[in-house]
């Protein structure tokens, strides 16, 4: 069964401080795998996208990492802000299909405290 | 900013009354999906569409309808609500690029029935 687990489920930090969120799949055969940033009450919004071949790529303070042979992935965000605070979704896509399927984690709720 | 508009952003309605979600995209994507997100869990996908006059259901079955007239409208129909419907739903669509597909979701509606 594809699945998505993300951990922690929430974390608090500090303002400033760095912090990593993990993601574990089991999505096959894998196509890529997405972070997405998503505020209370809005949709999610995109953060980065890796394909098989790359096992890093960041975007300001976040920097996503993937193990395609572990299957893992991570989501370190560096000198967080108040505006972090949000639910970090990892979306994994497998290559089975033309509708490009996503599987979605349940999240890791970041709050940054000041 | 967005390019994918979801009306209305909150609606609280009451059992039995018919309600139309409204989702609009004006990026020329083929592919458009409606998710169901309660808090805390992940997306469940409910519909999706390739195309002008393609519908599909997705893995969760829900008991709204939905349909592709136009290539940038993708309304979502509940016949009689009930509180079990109470959820927020996200539209979203995607290009027809070059993997990995450019995945982009709306700001969601808040659907309260009471």
């Known amino acids: 069964k594809n699945q998505v687990e993300q951990s922690p489920q929430s974390l608090i930090i500090l303002e400033g401080k760095n912090c990593t969120l993990q993601c574990n799949y089991t999505v096959s055969p894998f196509s890529n795998l997405r972070w997405y940033k998503q505020d209370t009450g809005r949709g999610p919004v995109s953060l980065t996208i890796?394909?098989?071949?790359?096992n890093t790529k960041s975007n300001g303070r976040y920097t996503a990492t993937l193990d395609a042979d572990t299957k893992q992935s991570s989501l370190h965000i560096t000198a967080s802000q108040l505006s972090d605070s949000a639910s970090y979704i990892c979306?994994?896509?497998?290559?089975?299909?033309?509708?490009?399927?996503?599987?979605f984690g349940r999240g890791t709720q970041l709050t940054v405290w000041p | 900013e967005a390019d994918i508009y979801q009306t209305p952003r909150y609606l609280v309605i009451g059992t039995g009354k018919k309600i139309t979600l409204e989702c609009s995209q004006t990026?020329?994507?083929?592919?458009m999906y409606w998710y169901q997100q309660d808090p805390g869990m992940e997306l469940h996908l409910i519909h999706y569409s390739y195309g002008v006059n393609s519908t599909e259901k997705g893995d969760l079955s829900s008991e709204s309808t939905v349909s592709r007239i136009r290539t940038e409208h993708f309304p979502l129909t509940l016949e009689s609500a009930r509180p079990s419907h109470t959820s927020q739903y996200l539209c979203?669509?995607?290009?027809?690029?070059?993997?990995?597909?450019?995945?982009?979701f709306g700001s969601g509606t808040r659907l309260t029935v009471v």
């Open positions: 990026m020329g994507h083929d592919k």
């Open positions: 979203a669509s995607s290009d027809q690029g070059s993997a990995p597909y450019g995945y982009t």
């Open positions: 890796m394909t098989f071949s790359e």
């Open positions: 979306v994994v896509s497998d290559r089975g299909s033309t509708l490009g399927r996503l599987y």
